[in-house]
């Protein structure tokens, strides 16, 4: 019996090593994070930063470029918190972002917060479907203590594009 199965939905991560099992965080922009066997969503390990006060930003980014025809993509990854006490501004805490990017790498509008989190949370799984800014080339992933102090734990981060 053949059954053949249309299914419209997400298709391959756009983000390298979303589950931070490569070495050395391979494939992220590092500003203090690490890897850490400690705790972790999946696999053996997760992305940790840590930071003591509220008056820098630490974390990890990555830029990927867009596929040619995606009109929406699927943003999401798995986020534990301990004791995150964000700074003066409402817009403080862990966070997970993503900017849009024109083709000479230029933010096009607001970035767009998938989380913003403060306090002290299991593991948690947030996603947003967005659709693709006019002129948009490529999204930068953001995951950072944003003038925050406390520890961020983010695993299976991934971009996927979906059909409407």
């Known amino acids: 019996m053949l059954c053949i199965a249309s299914v419209a939905g997400a298709q391959k991560n756009l983000v390298t090593n979303g589950g931070f099992e490569d070495d050395d965080l391979y494939g992220w922009n ?19 930063i840590v930071t003591t006060n509220t008056d820098n ?10 596929p040619k025809k995606v009109q929406n993509v699927e ?8 004791n995150v ?3 003066k501004n409402d817009w403080d805490g ?4 993503v900017v ?6 230029k933010q096009i509008g607001e970035g767009i ?9 299991d593991w948690t799984f947030y996603d947003k479907q967005i659709k693709m800014q006019e002129k948009a080339y490529s ?17 299976d981060v991934g971009a996927k594009a979906v059909d409407k």
């Open 30 to 48: 590092n500003n203090g994070a690490m890897q850490t066997p400690y705790s972790f969503k999946s696999g053996k390990l997760s992305c940790a």
């Open 57 to 66: 930003w630490v974390g990890i980014d990555q830029t990927i470029r867009i």
């Open 75 to 82: 943003f999401s990854a798995w986020i534990k918190t301990t």
């Open 85 to 87: 006490v964000k700074g």
């Open 94 to 97: 862990a966070v997970f972002t």
């Open 100 to 105: 849009f990017l024109d083709s000479d790498d």
């Open 113 to 121: 917060n998938i989380a913003r989190i403060t306090g002290s949370t």
């Open 139 to 155: 999204f930068k992933i953001l995951a950072a203590m944003g003038n925050a102090s406390g520890t961020m734990l983010i695993d």
